[in-house]
Nanobody, 127 residues
């Protein structure tokens, strides 16, 4: 069983930055870690994923160049550095973990491919 706890959300003006953290129990058992978000009335959107063994990352087009996902295995934590924030980035942000060894490439950013989810942290970007 993997437990995930997000933190770091808040309110910021457009153009600002925030860093989200996700504390992960049983971190060594995870193979893929995902950040996804859900805005009111919208579908869940995977924004960034990391393959924990290699450190390889992949980003949604909507955040490429602005968001950076990193991991600190010693602290059992992953981070999402968010720069140049826009009002459209307003959402609840969640981290999720997958412990299976493989996943289809097309599902890397799909929240439904991840077994364990955190409770989420709110990010609000004002114009």
């Amino acid at each position: 069983q993997v437990h995930l706890v997000e933190s770091g959300g808040g309110s910021v003006q457009a153009g600002g930055s925030l860093t989200l953290s996700c504390a992960v129990s049983e971190y060594t058992s995870t193979k893929f870690m995902l950040w996804f978000r859900q805005a009111p009335g919208k579908e869940r959107e995977g924004v960034a994923v990391i393959i924990t063994g290699s450190g390889t990352t992949k980003y949604a087009d909507s955040v490429t160049g602005r968001f950076t996902l990193s991991q600190d295995g010693a602290k059992n934590t992953i981070y999402l550095q968010m720069n140049s924030l826009k009002p459209d980035d307003t959402a609840i942000y969640y981290c999720a973990a997958r412990t299976a060894q493989t996943v289809a490439t097309r599902l890397l950013l799909s929240p439904n491919a991840y077994t364990y989810w955190g409770q989420g942290t709110q990010v609000t970007v004002s114009s």
